[in-house]
């Protein structure tokens, strides 16, 4: 367990990091935005396209994936339903709270835990090619039927979604995986150097928007934020274990993985999406810090409830 803490250490000293360039101003007062645009459009991509690529598509019908896809969607419904429907939140914010208490942060954080709590840094492909193949494209689709000048006219809204740096990067390293393209290094170790600028860009990025914030402060979303962190840390867990031991009845080492998974913290890329479309700032952000903080003590629980012994 200590890696893992290793891990979470790592993470907090890139966002400490972006935190100090923004309390000196160093990249003036739009410096943030310039690399939320350049995480964005380059670098996600970057990274999506050699995750996949590299991935084998056959994971995705795991026992692993079902399970972890009805969590998701039971908490993006929960969320919806209190934050639509008895909020009467707008449409942009109710989507990045829903990610933000259902999508998991199961690439930067979610392969290195994997590797050092479970054994393997596979477990958590299916969750990743389910967000990247299934819910990124839905996501990225409402948010362009949301901002699109056109209105939501099906066509524009298709085409630039399709045209999305995020879904393309998806799609293309989906489809080199899925045919068995062989990347030689003289392809791959460029791709691979930009990808790897993305995670520490864009925690870096998240460091400086938390300059002059403070965390549940007075913004009008503190119940939107505890609702989405709740959901995550609380709730997604609990949904995916009672779907792997009651309804699938799956091994006691395969609901151990997929509470793990589910445990995981808010994702990065929630923020992200957040700056891009400018809505949601907020309750991305303190989600994000929350849930990341949040979820090493319920890791040890769940470990400890579930793992080898228990």
Avoid: H
């Amino acid at each position: 367990m200590l890696a893992v803490l290793t891990g979470f250490v790592v993470i907090g000293v890139a966002i400490a990091v972006g935190w100090v360039i923004g309390r000196i101003d160093l990249l003036g007062p739009t410096g943030g935005q310039v690399l939320s645009r350049l995480t964005f459009f380059v670098l996600s991509p970057f990274l999506l396209f050699v995750v996949l690529s590299q991935a084998d598509v056959r994971t995705l019908f795991s026992s692993l994936l079902p399970v972890s896809a009805i969590a998701a969607v039971v908490i993006f419904a929960i969320y919806v339903l209190v934050s639509r429907l008895i909020w009467r939140r707008a449409a942009g914010e109710v989507l990045i709270g829903a990610l933000s208490a259902g999508q998991v942060n199961s690439n930067n954080i979610g392969i290195p835990l994997s590797l050092y709590v479970l054994g393997s840094a596979a477990f958590p492909a299916p969750v990743i090619l389910f967000q990247l193949l299934v819910l990124t494209p839905i996501t990225m689709a409402i948010f362009e039927a949301l901002t699109s000048p056109a209105g939501r006219r099906p066509w524009p809204i298709l085409r630039r979604t399709v045209t999305n740096p995020i879904v393309v990067g998806s799609l293309l390293g989906t489809i080199v995986s899925a045919t068995g393209i062989p990347l030689p290094p003289i392809v791959l170790d460029p791709l691979q150097l930009v990808a790897n600028a993305a995670v520490p860009i864009l925690l870096i990025s998240y460091g400086i928007s938390l300059n002059g914030q403070r965390v549940l402060g007075p913004s009008g979303r503190r119940r939107d934020i505890l609702l989405a962190t709740g959901l995550k840390l609380v709730a997604m867990p609990v949904v995916a274990w009672a779907v792997a031991a009651l309804l699938f009845r799956l091994s006691a080492a395969e609901v151990l993985v997929v509470t793990v998974l589910a445990a995981l913290p808010t994702a990065q890329n929630v923020f992200n999406y957040a700056q891009r479309y400018d809505t949601g700032r907020t309750i991305a952000r303190d989600t994000v810090f929350l849930t990341t903080l949040g979820c090493v003590p319920v890791l040890f629980l769940v470990v400890l409830l579930l793992g080898p012994g228990a």
